[in-house]
């Protein structure tokens, strides 16, 4: 066995370590706001356990009755589509390079003020092995922290990848 390349894993191990409790430190100092580190966290539990209307009833409220329906129906397609909402954690930011992105958004009146809000970042594995990397949106502006949106970051740096990327969007989207 190669002592070096054993050493430079454990360095890159100990790397990814520190990146992810700075994450999650980053994320408390962001945030400052235990309302809204709980709502993120409920709202994470309630995907990584396949509660889907729980996780939607968690978003801004909308204009009509059926937001939570539609909400909780595009959640059960992501996971349906990708996998991998139970190997979610934190992350400092999204990588650089080029991404396809996909929207759930809260289904707000378009001609109202966009509130001030908090973004926590994630990534996990989807079921083909790849990652996905996430955004989430929480209000913070006073009233109790509510979802304003929960984007889906598909990497597309080559041509392979953008392949996956568009097949993904067009799978869920269905």
């Given at each position: ?23 999650v ?7 400052g ?47 349906d ?9 934190p ?7 080029k991404s396809?992105?996909?929207?759930v ?6 001609t ?33 922290a ?7 970051h ?21």
């Amino acid at each position: 066995m190669d002592w070096d390349i054993l050493r430079m894993k454990f360095k890159l191990f100990s790397l990814y370590t520190l990146m992810l409790c700075a994450s999650v430190a980053s994320n408390a100092a962001t945030i400052g706001d235990v309302s809204t580190t709980a709502v993120a966290n409920k709202f994470l539990d309630a995907l990584q356990h396949q509660r889907y209307r729980d996780a939607a009833a968690m978003f801004a409220p909308g204009e009509g009755a059926g937001d939570i329906a539609t909400t909780e129906y595009t959640l059960r397609r992501i996971d349906d589509s990708l996998g991998g909402f139970s190997s979610m954690h934190p992350i400092v930011a999204l990588p650089d390079g080029k991404s396809i992105k996909l929207e759930v958004a809260a289904h707000q009146n378009r001609t109202m003020k966009v509130p001030k809000f908090v973004q926590l970042r994630y990534v996990s594995t989807a079921g083909d092995g790849e990652p996905v990397f996430y955004e989430l949106n929480l209000t913070v502006d006073g009233m109790p922290a509510q979802i304003l949106s929960f984007g889906l970051h598909f990497p597309a740096t080559d041509t392979q990848s953008l392949k996956r990327a568009n097949q993904l969007v067009t799978t869920i989207n269905r």
